[in-house]
């Protein structure tokens, strides 16, 4: 009987051990599951985060744009105005600049070099 029993011991043995194989085999599914579950998760959080940051970057992009834009009229008006100013102020004082220009150059008055000795 001694041996019938151990026949039988050694048969819940391996019973017991595939039972543990199976077991650890079902734990490691679930964990792989729960990996790839969690993986999953992360990469929708990664893709919303993503968006919404897009999202406020074009917002900011907007915003700034039309500052830009704000700022190029008010720029162009500006150049335009002080264009304009200058323009007149060239035609009204256009002759008289002339005048002394060519007042200067025609009179000369002779004189010795300061440093010519006599």
């Known amino acids: 009987m001694s041996s019938a ?10 019973q017991a ?11 490691r599914a679930r964990r792989i599951i729960r990996l790839k ?10 893709d919303a985060y993503k968006q919404e940051r897009e999202a406020g ?12 834009t704000d700022s190029d009229h008010k720029i ?8 304009s100013n200058m323009q007149l102020l060239y035609t009204q004082n256009k002759e008289a600049a002339l005048a002394t220009l060519l007042r200067e150059v025609l ?12």
């Not at 543990?20 to 085999?25: L, N, S, W």
């Not at 579950?37 to 990664?46: F, M, S, V």
């Not at 970057?57 to 830009?68: A, H, M, P, R, V």
């Not at 009179?107 to 006599?118: A, D, G, I, Y």
């Open 5 to 14: 029993h151990q026949l039988d011991g050694v048969s819940q043995l391996q």
């Open 17 to 27: 051990k595939a039972a543990a194989t199976a077991k650890i085999e079902a734990a």
């Open 37 to 46: 579950q969690a993986k999953d998760e992360a990469k929708l959080d990664i």
């Open 57 to 68: 970057l074009k917002e900011l992009e907007l915003t700034l744009g039309q500052s830009n």
């Open 76 to 83: 162009g008006a500006f150049t335009r105005y002080e264009m």
């Open 107 to 118: 009179t000369v008055t002779p004189s010795v070099h300061r440093n010519m000795r006599l």
